[in-house]
């Protein structure tokens, strides 16, 4: 694919900016944020996604669109929703989701106007190049009068019995989020059926699911369903959280419940499609760690994750890894041998550096104390960000209070549960992009987290290990091509 005049102008523009990312898709300039209309289509894969073309916490939401062959290099297409005045969704093009209506694509989004949104409807004639809405939208006018609803949008819409069924994230006055199942023949007529689940807000284990339920997604996986939500509660973003279990006579009855992605708000609002290799694949928005004033400074706010594909473990939970195409931006590799890692001590890698870097590392950790890999590290240590498995608490940790100097950014720690087997080494599967970090552990964990070092010399990588000596089995590191690069 070659780089097309966009992609050159948007390179040149942002090319001394040292946080906007080179491999992950982000617009040309301007807000991103939920992926939207994910879909695998005559052998393209196609993102939508909410853009504010006016920048950030300006105008209204639009449907940005990108295509790939192959989900690592991305070519721009013109925006495919834009609000129209005096409709119903005249204050915005909200999140929503795309399908193939037996050879016709088609949007199912939430259109706002005054503060409500309600499904609406698109279809293309030309290959998913424009888009023509229904004139009747919205295509179900209003919520369902007899339940108590806080808050009501975002959409997933699927087929089954020779029917469309379609979920509405919710939430329900006094109980918490929940997902309401619609049923259609034909797309555009909708009838309510019940709640598919309702949550609740004042249980606080294994998860808590808040008193909204964003961006629902549901689907089948392995044998099993899966409904995954971003959980909202009074305004404020908390994470996505995946469920897993029984899907029978319209009703699901989950089993498994717990965060997809332990980065917060810095993995939310995901989506994901099948493709035509029948593998499941998911996107999130990777919100900022940084304040408006910086992302106004800066044009552009939101990164979209990287791919990854879905599974389920061997615990029940729903697993996440980068797809294998990732590997085209490979560049330059660099292989560090086995080698002690005594207690204490940070041993720098002086041959891996770099701030946009793909790490394979595996650890023999101890029984007890602390050990993992430092990146984004200045030469005297003041900026680093520490990946570190703690055997004693058996979590993974993404340690980030020295990640900048800048103490306007996100200075917290992102930890995930993670209980090694006896003789499991610790895995780590490390994407590092500028500001982005996406971290996959022993193929069942991740967090996503953002950084912003201030240092030009915050480059580097060692290794750490606290409490008790560590072992390096092995690792390989590659400086990665921005995903613009033919």
Known sequence: MTLDKTARTEQRRFADDPHRPRYHFLPEENW???PNGLIHWNGEYHLFYQYNPAGPF??????????????????????????????????????????????????IYSGNRDGEQRACLAISNDGMLTWQKHPNNPVIPAPPEHLHLAQYRDHTVWREDDAWYQLMGAGLEGEGGAALLYRSQDLRSWEFLHPLLVGDAQRFTPIWTGTMWECPDFFALQGRHVLTISVWDHGQLHYSAAMVGDYRDYHFFPEVEHKLDYGDRHFYAPQSFTDAQGRRIIFGWIHEGRGAEAQLQSGWSGVMSLPRLLSLGTDGQVCMQPVPELEALRGEHTHTAAIDMPA??????????GDTLEVLVELAPAESGRCGIVVRRSPDGAEATRILYDATQHQLIVDRTQSSQDLATDHNAHVAPLSLRPDEPLRLHIFLDRSVLEVFANMREAITSRIYPTRGDSLGVALLAEGAQARLVSLDAWQLRSTWEA
Do not use: F, Q, Y
């Open 58 to 107: 300006h105008g209204t939401i639009h449907w940005g669109h990108a295509v790939s062959m192959d989900l690592v290099h991305w070519r721009h297409l013109p925006v495919a929703l834009v609000p129209d005045p005096g409709t119903a969704d005249e204050d915005g093009c909200w999140s929503g989701v795309a399908v193939d209506d037996n050879g016709v694509p088609t949007l």
């Open 344 to 353: 204490g001590d940070e041993i720098v890698l002086p041959a891996v550096t």
């Open 32 to 34: 991103l944020n939920d």
